[in-house]
């Protein structure tokens, strides 16, 4: 697994997804830049969630509010009283962590031994072996799972109480070690504020207090009303937004996992106050169906239902994807109550409520939110996607199988050799195409070199123009995955792409 994360790393780099910030002065630790499949593809996922929450949804509707918000916002909000994680420091490393990560990674290990326990009982009895059996009845297996929840249930429950004595406690009874130098002598535990503060004005005596957002929800909260009465929207509607939020993250690590300049997509959708559960229901399946519908692979998604809720929420679960480090939170479904419009009343004496015709009354409505962040999709998606694939002759090659409609480049178009009026033949191929696709043109090196190429950067389709082409206005198209080659007509390529491509 380990290994399967660096190799996502270095592809990443290696094929023009990924760079490490300002890299001629050796970087910025933890901040990353897209680079020019990156930015493509980065832009597809935000694309095909926008399509998927606004454009197929009636009542849904969009917005894009500002970074910068006026700073009562973040009381009113509570992130300025509560938006903590609680940082734990090693005496001897130096190094700082955020102590409930420790304890999650430690709880994920038992997880993973109990796997491992599975896999090896499933190959001992082949056809005959009964998965829910065994998992209710391996000794093993039962005791891993019990200290999985004992401990989690435990670290809630202290975070909860903001009982961080018994958190470090926690660490010390368990025996968790520095990650890196092993070292089990920590520090107490105590709480940080995540948000980036920064300054508005020029002089200083005049300048406002800012904070860059943390969340990008707030701005959906604060134009509740203005999109509602222009828009004139009715409840149940929603409200989907896409941007950068920043988080001053204690350890920022794990590649785009977790950053400290990230970007979200959220959609707040506004209930009557009662039917909040109904809708969270209905959010957190519609979420997982988004997931699948991209074909990564049903096993690789679960839901994490919370125990420890935020001070704003009445029900919360994660959609937990198994990245190359195991699984971990990829999107949130939380129902937030009336809790965020609400505040926003108290601290800004405006009324944020709908007048509902049916009932006849005015409330503050309640509100579900889904809420991902694009670059953990982005990890989710290319890690998933990058395989070492053995093929029959017994060599190997690297293909990224990014679903097609999220690939950055849709077909790549190949002369098989520089002369002879191919190289033409393709442009005029890209001409016809270049409106609806993002084609490349590639004529270096042999044409197996081209298609490893592009299936290493993961452009699901080559089509390669021949001598026979001249001839017979037919050009030969190759898949990515099966690698399977077809002839088909120049007149027809268009509508083939799209039949494989479009939404
Ligand atoms: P975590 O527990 O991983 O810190 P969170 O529960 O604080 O995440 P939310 O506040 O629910 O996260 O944010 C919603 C989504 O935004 C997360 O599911 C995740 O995909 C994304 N996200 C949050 N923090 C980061 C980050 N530092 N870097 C990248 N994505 C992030």
Redesign the pocket.
Known sequence: QEDHFKKVISHAKEYGYIFGSSEIYDGLSAVYDYGQNGAELKKNIRDYWWKSMVQMHENIVGLDASIFMHPTTWKASGHVDAFN?PLIDNKDSKKRYRADVLIEDYAEKLNQKAEKEIAKAKKRFGDAFNEEEFVTTNPRVLRYREEQETVLKRMARSLEAEDLADVKALIEELGIADPDTGSKNWTDVRQFNLMFGTKLGASAETATDLYLRP?TAQGIFVNFLNVQKTGRMKIPFGIAQTGK?F?N?IV?RQF?????E?E?M?MQFFVRPGEELKWYEHWKETRLNWHLSLGLGKENYRFHDHEKLAHYANAAA?IEFNFPFGF?????I?SRTDFDLKAHEAHSGKKLQFFDHELNESYVPYVVET???L???FLAVFSQSLEEEELENGSTRTVLKLPAILAPVKAAILPLVKKDGLPEVAQKIIDDLKYDFNVAYDEKDAVGRRYRRQDAAGTPFCITVDHDTLEDECVTIRDRDTMEQKRVKISELSTILHQKIDF
């Open positions: 994680d969340e939020a988080r993250e920022a785009i996992f977790r950053m400290r990230f979200q959220e994660d971990k939170e990829l999107e949130g939380h809420s991902i962040g670059d953990r999709m």
